[in-house]
Structures are given as C-alpha cells and as structure tokens.
C-alpha cells in the first residue's frame, strides 16, 4: 500500500470495506479524521463502521447530528445501543456510569432555524469543550460545514483540530462541501476519505492535504464507482480504495 512521489496513473490495491476494517484501519487517540463527498456518497455509513471499530470506554465518541431526521444515524445508534441525547451533559442518566463507548447528541427540532441554531450552537459546544478539557474522546461532527458555518462554531472547530491531538481529542469530520470548510480539515487529518466529487472546486483543495500529489488524488477519485473511497494515512503516505 506504499505511496511515494505517486504519479496521476498509478493504480492502488483495492480492499473490501469489512477486510479494510479488520486489517489496515488502525487509529490512535487524537487522530483527526475528515470524510469529503456528495450527498448520498455513504459519508455517515462509512463513518459509523469506522466508529464501531475505534470507540471503546476509554475513547468514547460523541456524535453532533444537526440534521432534524436521519435514519441512517438511527439505525447505527440502535446498533451500537450508543445513548441519544438532546443535551450535554446528558441529564436523565450520568454520562460517567454506566460506561458506554458512544454518545449521539441530537437535540430536538422546533423546525424554526431562528430557534433550533441557538439552541444546536449552545449544546454542540459544551460538547466540545468537554471533549477537548477531558481529552480522550472522537467527537465526530456529522456536517462540519453546519457547525463551522451555520451555528458559528469555527474557533472551537480550529481549537481541536490545531491542539485537540495532544489531549487526545481527535475530531471526525464530514461533509457534502468540502470547498467551503476550513483548510484544517485538511492539513491536519492524519487520515482522509474521498469520494468521487464531480466539484471542480472540491478537487481544487487536494492541494491542502499536504504530502500528497494532488494530480495522484483526483485522478484516483474521478474513476470511482458510488460507494467507493480513496483512503489516504498522511503518515507514510498510504493510500488505497476502499470499496463498500
């Protein structure tokens, strides 16, 4: 899987999602990790599974979910029996027993933005500055465009991303817009997932990633089928696809 000066029409190993999982995913405390793709590409999916291997009672995660519904993160909640909480800290149970490996931090919609983002603004960032004082967590926001962008959250986003590694705070970080979010998401993710992205704008950010040939990454994500992801581990540098 070693990737070194690659050139735009190098092919790379493939690897089915689930061996990709048990075998080459491995991920350390205060990792960052940026997921970058269209709407409907699997982002939360992929995420999730991903979750499921690295969350542990000594790393719990704690996922910020804007959206008013979604299935998919009900599904995965349920899967993982993970604690869906409208507040932080939760307040029908303490949050230190019993010991869970996951959270999702979902508070109820009014379906008045006027309402819901003052409300989304205030929770999510109690949320990230436990994780960031406590260390030792993923927190893990579900479209960091809206926390960046919408509810005004950005010196919190920058806070974990440029110091949240020595706390051991790694933030996950996903997004449809991946031109609009703050070039940390880029710089400073040691391990990047990139879907297919027909955006000239998006693929003009490779650039950011640092390390990388930026011509190596489009090219290998302009061929891939739906479902399908370039992985790339800044320390090396690696990189091969994922398929579903």
Known sequence: MALRQAQPQLNIQSFPRDAFIEDYWDYSAGEHVTFLGPTQSGKTTLAYQLLGESA?????????????????????????KWKKVETWPPVDVPYVSPKRSGYVLWPKHSF?????????????????????????????????????????????VITIYSRGAAMGCGLWAATQKPSHIPLW??????????????????????????????????????????????????????????EP
């Open 56 to 80: 542990t009672e000594k790393l719990p995660a704690i996922v910020l979910v804007m959206k008013p519904k979604d299935p998919v993160v009900t599904d995965w909640t349920k899967r993982y």
């Open 185 to 242: 998401a880029y710089s400073q993710a040691e391990h990047l997932f990139l879907a297919n992205d027909p955006d000239k704008r998006a693929r003009e950010r490779y650039g950011e990633i640092g390390g990388i040939d930026p011509k190596f990454v489009e090219a290998q994500t302009l061929r891939l089928p739906k479902y399908h992801w370039l992985y790339i581990r800044r320390t090396g540098p690696v990189a091969c696809i994922v």
């Open 112 to 156: 008045d933005p006027d309402k819901d983002n003052p409300k989304l603004h205030r929770e999510f960032r109690k949320a990230m500055l436990y994780c960031y004082e406590k260390g030792d967590r993923i927190l893990f926001a579900d479209e960091l465009y809206g926390v960046d962008h919408e509810l005004k959250l950005r010196d919190e």
